[in-house]
């Protein structure tokens, strides 16, 4: 559960990262079919709350997920939170190293 972080898909709504396969650009035939394919299977989840679809995003879970941000805007928004994610798990790297030669020096004290 280390890499769980969730990113905005706009208007309030979120996703996990780290259950994002691919995030398309609706304009094309294959992913109005994909849509469709998806609305019809029930595996759609649509998040535009009546706007117009920008991306679709799809999930690990073959879920289909409509948001009204740019594929380019969404697209930066994982970047930067996969590198929060990295950021703060070498930042708990470093607190507990210091943790551990805080310890070893109250130990050499206590001796």
């Keep these: 559960m280390a890499n769980e972080n969730l990113v905005n898909i706009g208007l309030g709504n979120y996703i996990l990262t780290s259950r994002v396969v691919a995030i398309l650009n609706p304009a094309s035939s ?3 079919r994909l849509r469709e394919d998806a609305k019809t299977e029930s595996r759609l989840v649509d998040a535009t709350q009546g706007r117009k679809t920008r991306s679709i995003i799809v999930l690990d879970s073959n879920h289909v997920v409509l948001s009204s941000v740019l594929p ?5 928004r994982f970047l930067s939170a996969i590198h929060n994610i990295d950021n703060k798990e070498s930042y708990l790297d470093d607190a507990d190293e210091n943790e551990e030669n805080d310890n070893e020096e ?3 004290k206590l001796k």
């Design 30 to 32: 294959p992913m109005r």
């Design 106 to 108: 109250e130990d050499s």
């Design 72 to 76: 380019d805007t969404m697209g930066q």
